[in-house]
């Protein structure tokens, strides 16, 4: 019998927009659906995630292959494109919906999810404490077509957004540019 390779990885990092495209061209990622996560009612809309209460976060599910990318790969794809020291949201959007987090669907990943986070707290690159949250999946739902590739649909928006929103200068100054 034939080992299932497809997983998926459930990943918070703010505004979803921003956490699709720098994992799009990776090999082995088949899909990446912008979406909430986490919290407590079955099927929220944008708006009742933004007006808080629901305890869901903004996230992005992916579905990839496993002999094709690892785990570890994606993860550090996710430390790369967020600020994890941020407990009040990320860069300029402020709210626990914009908070990071990863979701674990199983043991192996919440494993190599916990490691990873101890070897980026141990790397000197924050002098503040990681404060992503790292807990078992529950759910997740997709958010409504018009935020689902927003960066190819309005690119010029998307770019200047993340411009804004202070994302790239913080890639920048604290990676390099190297995501």
């Given at each position: ?8 990885a ?28 986490g ?26 292959d ?9 993860l ?5 494109n ?34 990873s ?13 990681i ?24 690119p ?24």
């Amino acid at each position: 019998m034939p080992q299932k390779t497809q997983q998926l990885a459930t990943f918070a990092g703010g505004c979803f927009w921003c956490l699709v495209s720098p994992f799009e061209h990776i090999n082995g990622v088949h899909s990446i659906v912008s979406g909430f996560a986490g919290g407590n009612i079955a099927h929220p809309s944008y708006e009742q995630v933004c007006a808080g209460g629901t305890g869901h976060v903004e996230a992005v599910q992916i579905t990839y292959d496993t002999n094709q990318v690892s785990y570890q790969t994606l993860l550090d794809i996710f430390w790369r494109n967020i600020d994890p020291t941020d407990a009040g949201g990320s860069f300029h959007d402020r709210g626990f919906h914009y908070t990071s987090a990863i979701f674990c669907h199983n043991e192996a990943q919440l494993e190599i999810a916990n490691a990873s986070k101890q070897a980026l707290a141990e790397s000197g690159k924050f002098e503040a404490p990681i404060v992503t949250v790292i807990k078992p999946y529950t759910s997740f739902y997709p958010a409504e077509e018009h935020h689902q590739n927003y960066h190819k649909k309005n690119p010029e928006h998307y770019n200047q957004y993340r411009i804004d929103s202070g994302r790239e200068a913080f890639i920048l100054k604290v990676w390099g540019g190297k995501l």
